[in-house]
């Protein structure tokens, strides 16, 4: 008798600490991130920044311009698989400037695209607080892409000096990190005094104050256009910005025919575009600074946000696993997801 209540209590307390493992390890609460009403979640995705997130053909004529490439389309795919009502109806983007802001008109419900989370992104031009980021699913780091040949000479940034003519995408964290390293701008984007700014109306001769501002989420009015940057002094590079974030192939091409010297841009699309070139391209160097990509959400969309949050912080093991981890196994994210929802 002894013996058989021993193994009925044993039982239960097994079974006990095997339900207790699962909804440690494999938690998948009943709530749902998706609206009340069951609605599809509209996401729009930048649809140039390859191999982040990129529309499948880049022509926006082509019907496949409509679909969702890369490691944050995959992302989502787990996500959708995770749980059955949440549905992303995916609309790219083909203009960045101001990305991020789209959340809060009724367009789009949440946006991405390898959006680096700023501070400086969640106001609108007005200062009030418009956009929430969810934590962080990808890290980024800023770098040097550089003819193979021009490797030693410019390894650093510190080699950057004024006879370098330095590509750099308009708008993005690529060109600001560059003038902030360069000692170009501020931290908070203020041009150095005497820094000269060629646009298509004219030029314009910073006098720094904060009426000649660049930074990552925004720039001074008279500097929108910017083409071409002079610093002041020999000791800082020259920045060119002759291409939109949608003509990579224009810049890389500009790199490899010796119109610009470097390109300042992420490390992800650096190793990129250097393992394409077939060793033509080399990353020289790689900024010591990681800031982290996330999806742009309304401010006022809380609920979704942590829901959502929760979500990317199993799929990516609390950041553990990453783009070099998709990149090795594109499968990753939903194998992960199959776990939360009980299976191996």
Known sequence: MWKAGYIAVLAVLTGMFAAGCRSNVVDPVAES?????????????????EPVSYS?????????????????ADLLTALETMERRLVFVRQPIADWPGIWLLPATPEFD???????????????????????????????????????????????????????????????????????????????????????????AGSVVADGTARYTITAAAASPAL????????????????????????????????????????????????????????????????SLVRYGGFALDAGNAEMLRCIDERLDWLTGGRRIGYAEWRADPAVFLARAAAWNGGS
């Open 224 to 287: 929108e256009d910017r083409t071409h940057i002079f610093p002041p002094s020999t000791a800082m590079p020259q920045a060119v910005h002759l291409w939109d974030l949608s003509a990579e192939a224009e810049l890389l091409a500009a790199l490899r025919d010796g119109i610009i010297d470097v390109v300042a841009r992420g490390e992800i699309g650096s190793l990129e575009a250097a393992r394409a070139s077939g060793n033509a391209l080399v990353v020289s160097a790689v900024d």
């Open 56 to 72: 499948a053909n880049p022509n926006p004529a082509s019907p496949e311009f409509l679909r969702h490439s890369g490691y944050e």
């Open 110 to 200: 949440i946006v991405g695209g390898g959006i680096t989370i700023l501070e400086s992104r969640t106001v609108d031009p007005t200062g009030r607080p418009a956009i929430a980021f969810t934590s962080g699913h990808i890290a980024f780091r800023q770098s040097l892409l550089v003819r193979s040949e021009d490797s030693g000479r410019l390894a650093s940034y510190d080699d950057l000096k004024g006879d370098v003519r330095v590509g750099v995408f308009r708008g993005g964290t690529g060109e600001a990190r560059l003038l902030q390293i360069t000692g170009i701008a501020s931290d908070d984007g203020v041009l150095v005094h005497g820094t000269k700014i060629e646009t298509p």
């Open 33 to 49: 991130c998706a609206p009340a009403a069951g609605d599809p979640v509209t996401f729009g995705f930048y649809a140039f920044y």
